[in-house]
């Protein structure tokens, strides 16, 4: 099967503009996770979508971050305005269902590198 | 929330050495997965291991809930062992910080 699709691969941007990533998950598969993935340190969940509706993004900064999921398939992830310290990689995931993280059931794409100068 | 410690920081081997690292949880949790984050940013699951013991190759990893750690043994390690392994808890997946490997020829 197809793997987790997203893409720019990488970004650049100057702090104070927009940035979208878009997403593309495997296959029939329901969840759908954004984690931010700072240097050196491990990815941390930012929101996590069952099918097209939010059921958890209490990491999400809503200030400046929002994210969709229509239809249920793909998702964007949208950052306005940038700042110096959402420098990242941004990883989206999936998993049949919505205790994936139960059952082992986690694909990660590879990812899109954010830099914010 | 959830805290888990992941060691060594750093590991540093010769091809053909032997290595565990190690991954402590702060709270019971039913959920415990290794990763392995490749030099090129791409995370693969290892083991899905909430308790209990299970290999895959030269790859094999324990969980003692009752006792909130996981070890990942390598053995026999080879270059393409590099990289960073994290260990992830909880449905949501709490990750730690990662051990960074890096095994010479």
């Known amino acids: 099967e197809a793997g987790v699709a997203q893409s720019p691969r990488y970004k650049i941007i100057e702090k104070r503009q927009s940035v979208a990533f878009w997403c593309n998950p495997i296959?029939?598969?329901?969840?759908l996770y954004w984690y931010q993935q700072i240097l050196g340190q491990g990815p941390k969940l930012l929101i996590q979508f069952q099918n097209n509706g939010v059921v958890d993004d209490s990491q999400l900064p809503k200030d400046r971050f929002s994210a969709e999921r229509l239809k249920g398939v793909d998702s964007t992830l949208k950052i306005q305005p940038a700042k110096l310290e959402d420098s990242a990689v941004y990883l989206c995931?999936?998993?049949?269902?919505?205790?994936?993280?139960?059952?082992?059931?986690?694909?990660f794409g590879s990812g899109t590198r954010l830099t914010v100068v | 929330g959830i805290q888990v410690e992941q060691s060594p920081p750093d590991l540093i081997l010769q091809e053909g050495a032997n290595s565990t690292l190690r991954c402590n949880f702060s709270d019971s949790v039913n959920n415990l997965q290794w990763f392995h984050q490749n030099p090129w940013g791409q995370l693969i699951n290892l083991f899905y291991i909430p308790s209990g013991t299970k290999q895959n190759g030269r790859l094999s990893a324990t969980t003692v809930a009752t006792e909130r750690y996981s070890l990942l043994y390598i053995s026999s390690s080879q270059t393409t062992d590099s990289g960073v392994y994290f260990c992830a808890v909880g449905v949501k997946l709490v990750f730690g910080k990662g051990t960074k490997l890096t095994v010479n020829p």
């Open positions: 995931a999936s998993s049949r269902s919505g205790t994936g993280g139960m059952r082992g059931d986690y694909t």
């Open positions: 296959s029939g598969h329901a969840t």
